[in-house]
């Protein structure tokens, strides 16, 4: 099992930038990004595969969030520009250890998970 641990969370005004990153004990190979509002289903973000070359995001984060990652670093970044409150959410990343190269909105198909970061705009 993988470790994940999310860092870069916190209260930013609408309109403003934050940088989420995901640090992993090991090599990953499909990263995503999730996250769950207060009494609301957990939602996928952003994935990506392994080369980086391959990135899926919400519709709803399409053109304000990157995803990236550092494979010499075992590092997962999102860039989140032009917050909204409905970003608010607590951030979770996901790891697939096993290789593959399709990237999935599906959380079932990652089996390493970090214990998220708190994400609050304000409006």
């Known amino acids: 099992q993988v470790q994940m641990v999310e860092s870069g969370g916190g209260l930013v005004q609408a309109g403003g930038s934050l940088r989420l990153s995901c640090a992993a004990s090991g090599r990953t190979y499909i990263m995503g990004w999730f996250r769950q509002a207060p009494g609301k289903e957990r939602e996928f973000v952003a994935g990506?595969?392994?080369?980086?070359?391959?990135?899926l995001y919400a519709d709803s984060v399409k053109g304000r969030f990157t995803i990236s990652r550092d494979n010499a670093k075992n590092t997962m970044y999102l860039q989140m520009n032009s917050l909204k409150p409905e970003d608010t959410a607590v951030y979770s990343c996901?790891?697939?250890?096993?290789?593959?190269?399709?990237?999935?909105?599906?959380?079932?198909?990652?089996?390493?998970w970090g214990q998220g970061t708190q994400v609050t705009v304000s409006s």
């Open positions: 990506i595969n392994y080369g980086g070359d391959r990135t």
């Open positions: 996901a790891a697939r250890r096993s290789w593959a190269t399709v990237v999935s909105r599906d959380n079932r198909y990652y089996g390493s």
